[in-house]
């Protein structure tokens, strides 16, 4: 899943599919969104990029439905399903002290409290109780608890975040074995 588009605006989820006969459009969020507060967004299906209004939102399940300017049956709305929805970057709210959106930590350098590198932050597990930094290392996945226990420091102006490594989270390599 890739959060920043080459528009560089933000992906926040994808349209799944119809719901009901007025148009009404299944929308599957991305990790970490659990409100809908825009009244614009633009969809992106293959290279086509629209913006669209929206005319409604609300809550089903694990899933938003979305009702959009133009689109009012089925018919209309199905060309819509297998859109991504995206967001300008600008029109997150604020973060607190030490909270940070999934795409801010994709790609940061991985270091553990000696400096030495771990690898890159390639993705965030949904785990029951909390999410799990996935690391890419030289020697296989490394999957790390997202929270402050674990994660020490991160910096996004170096691209970097410090982690608090237990035995055995880090896969060894043949040569260590």
Known sequence: MKFLSSSGLLAIGKIVGLHGIKGELKFLPYPGL?????????????????????LGVRTNKSLFLLSFEGFSTREESVS???SEVLIEKSELPENRPGEYYQFELIGLAA??????????VTGIMP???????????A???VLVPAIEEFILDVDLESKRVVLRLMEGMVPQGPENV
């Open 34 to 54: 659990d409100e809908f507060p825009w009244t614009t967004v633009k969809l992106q299906k293959g290279t086509a990029l629209k913006s669209h209004t929206l």
């Open 80 to 82: 819509l399903v297998g």
């Open 111 to 120: 270091y553990d409290e000696d400096g030495n590198k771990v690898g890159i």
């Open 127 to 137: 785990a029951g109780g909390n999410d799990l930094l996935q690391i890419e290392s």
């Open 139 to 141: 020697t296989g996945e």
